[in-house]
């Protein structure tokens, strides 16, 4: 097969001559926000090597200082600047910088407005030096903000060209965050529709930083990839199918999905408003577990409830697992698609490192009718049978891309009438009574399993979500962490192929070449029961913390 150039391999949606006009406005927009100083030599943006994430620390475009703050994570950051060690400009300028450099590498922006963040982070600095405090818990913290949650003045969207907007105010989201010190300095790249586990838009192709013959993910895709390059260390996603975990688990960091209506999520921009057959939670990507705990513990402290009735006032409590032996289910798979050898090699390990542990006691979990309750989630996220995704591209001429094509096709989609829709959530609501059934039967405290069929997928492949979307069904609260271990030919083979379960399995064995996936990270998935965040957060800890033994 020949072999694709970097342009091609990052180039964006295409369309017809009207959409191609108004797709090269908002490119040469965002590219003139990219100052002339933070530009990479050609010479390595014609030929990058497949891994890029050393880039910015051999390109020479950053000082030691900036290197050094752009390798901390979001707790270490707020600690240093409520020390005084570090000023709230120093730091977005650094991480700024970073994401300029990642963004050239990955397509991972749809928006850059480092000055405007500077700004934002002078008056904090300047707040600091009168009061000799912080003004909250993320004083100074560069946050990332994925493309359809608006930050005022900024780009966003709803995943087309037609829903590009310029936000005339900030979501709940933004607000809270902005309250409590955050900076905002961009916007990530996310896909056309929004729902597809890779990031393909106007502004470009997202790619894995480990490997960019590989996805980011998505739909927070742009989030993932930018935070493994370094040019953020936290960033904020939303998973209605996996969108923060995937990606996570593909970029080797760490992401946390809430249970629904916990987490502010008014404002955000969506094409399908009022479809509430299925929910989205919005929720942290970063370079640590604590950091996790970080941004949970300060927005939900917020009480963003307050804000919007459609929240639950439900408070983060994390159980204190020293007086308690956590129960941990392992799913080796889901009964319905086989991982690749990667993320099996993991588990096993994982496995065995649990089952040395005195801490925990480990147990086989055993998946139940996942099969099924995938069908009714893929069913419920286009009741309309996709007419309005159709609608909107045929609309701008944006080329539909070959995954939407997929997401919006017989046999899972189909339009509804009012009778049958009741009838599709009826079913839903009878598989999630089921499924809490089965749960409390197999006596776990929470279960440890894949984030997805293998590691980040090959570009256009990646169409099975059965291993998050079954928790998004649910509402079951889960993050996606690294193992530490990353995709290698020489082990990761099959001895005897094995046979497929299903023609979804059939098709992903098909995917598996293992010299194809060379240093992608190997991630793991925990999840627990509705309104078990807490519980998810302190297993997590736990478990890493023996995995690292």
Excluded at 8 to 34: H, M
Aim: glycine fraction near 8%; aromatic fraction near 8%.
């Amino acid at each position: 097969m020949a072999t694709v150039s970097f342009k091609e391999k990052i180039k964006g949606v295409g369309g017809d001559a009207s959409y191609e006009a108004k797709a090269r406005v908002f490119q040469e927009e965002l590219e003139a926000k990219i100052p002339a100083s933070l530009r990479l030599p050609l010479a390595i943006l014609e030929d990058p090597p497949l891994d890029v994430t050393h880039i910015p620390e051999t390109c020479g475009l950053l000082t030691p200082q900036e290197l050094a703050i752009t390798e901390l994570d979001a707790t270490a950051v707020c600690q240093k600047i409520a020390a005084g060690e570090l000023t709230a400009v120093d730091t977005v300028i650094a991480f700024g910088k970073r994401a300029a450099i990642a963004h050239q590498l990955t397509a991972c922006l749809i928006d850059f407005f480092l000055d405007e963040g500077i700004k934002q982070a002078q008056q904090l600095d300047e707040y600091f030096r009168k009061e000799g405090k912080v003004i909250g818990p993320l004083h100074g913290l560069p946050i990332s903000i994925k493309g359809m949650l608006p930050v005022k003045g900024t780009v966003g969207s709803s995943g087309f060209l037609a829903t590009i907007e310029t936000a005339t105010e900030d979501c709940d989201m933004t607000r809270i965050l902005r309250s409590l010190g955050a900076v905002f300095y961009v916007k990530t790249n996310q896909p056309q529709t929004l729902m597809h586990l890779e990031s393909k838009s106007t502004y470009g192709r997202v790619l894995n930083p480990y490997n960019t013959d590989l996805t980011a993910g998505g739909s927070s895709g742009g989030e993932s990839a930018l935070v493994a390059m370094k040019g953020s260390c936290i960033g904020v996603g939303t998973d209605g199918g996996g969108s923060i975990r995937a990606p996570s688990a593909h970029c080797g960091i760490y992401g946390f999905r809430p249970s629904c209506r916990t987490t502010p999520q008014h404002g955000v921009l969506w094409y399908q408003p009022g479809q509430d057959g299925f929910c989205s939670a919005t929720g942290p990507m970063c370079r640590s577990a604590r950091d996790m705990r970080l941004f949970l513990e300060a927005v939900l402290g917020a009480n963003p409830a307050l804000l919007d009735p459609d929240l639950l006032p439900v408070p983060l409590k994390v159980p204190d697992l020293t007086k308690k032996k956590l129960r941990v289910g392992i799913m080796m798979h889901d009964g319905v698609v086989i991982p690749h050898p990667p993320t099996i090699r993991a588990l096993k390990w994982a496995k065995a490192k649990l089952e040395a542990s005195s801490e925990v006691e480990v147990v086989d979990y055993i998946p139940y009718d996942h099969d099924r309750g995938y069908s009714i989630i893929r069913e419920i996220y286009y009741e309309d049978g996709g007419a309005t995704v159709r609608h909107i591209l045929e609309e701008s001429g944006e080329d539909m891309l070959p995954l939407t094509e997929w997401v919006i096709s017989p046999p899972h989609v189909r339009d509804h009438d009012a009778s049958e829709v009741w009838k599709l959530r009826n079913g839903r609501d009878n598989y999630r009574r089921e499924y809490s059934d089965h749960w409390w039967s197999q006596n776990v405290d929470v279960v440890l399993c894949p984030p997805f069929p293998g590691t980040a997928s090959r570009h256009d492949t990646a169409k099975y979500w059965g291993y998050t979307a079954i928790w998004n069904l649910l509402d079951y609260p889960g993050t996606a962490f690294p193992s530490g271990f990353v995709a290698d030919p020489a082990i990761d083979i099959y001895q005897e192929r094995p046979r497929p379960m299903s023609a979804s399995d059939e098709y992903n064995l098909s995917l598996y070449d293992a010299t194809k996936f060379k240093g992608a990270p190997i991630s793991l998935q925990m999840v627990s029961r509705i309104y078990n965040d807490g519980l998810v957060l302190a297993a997590q800890e736990v478990v890493e913390r023996i995995l690292k033994s």
